[in-house]
């Protein structure tokens, strides 16, 4: 079993600057590849970010790509997504996740099968 809690959500204006970060417990953390993704009001939940095991592998949605930084410390068990440049349409609950499936990044949501409570980040014009 893996926990994973994130934290680092809030309220920012366009323009500025978030760091989430993502606690996992449970297993031995270099062990699974990390992601990212969120969900908007009324929308699917959507890929964000993914990171391999090691780290030296990254993968980013085309939306946040130049903007959004994945990386994980396998030392102390977390990984963060920093978030430059946000966006009023980067609103949305943002969740980590987990995969025992993968060794490299993955997109897709099916091969991610733990999954953090979310934190909300909320980006005002």
């Known amino acids: 079993q893996v926990q994973l809690v994130e934290s680092g959500g809030g309220l920012v204006q366009a323009g500025g600057s978030l760091r989430l970060s993502c606690a996992a417990s449970g297993r031995t953390f270099s062990t699974y590849a990390m992601g990212w993704f969120r969900q908007a009001p009324g929308k699917e939940r959507e890929f964000v970010a993914a990171?391999?095991?090691?780290?030296?592998?990254?993968d980013y949605a085309d939306s946040v790509k130049g903007r959004f930084t994945i990386s994980r410390d396998n030392a102390k068990n977390t990984e963060y997504l920093q978030m430059n440049s946000l966006k009023p349409e980067d609103t949305a609950v943002y969740y980590c996740?987990?995969?025992?499936?993968?060794?490299?990044?993955?997109?897709?949501?099916?091969?991610?099968?733990?999954w953090g409570q979310g934190t909300q980040v909320t980006v005002s014009s």
């Open positions: 990171i391999s095991r090691s780290g030296d592998g990254t």
């Open positions: 996740a987990a995969s025992t499936l993968v060794l490299g990044p993955t997109n897709l949501k099916s091969y991610y099968n733990y």
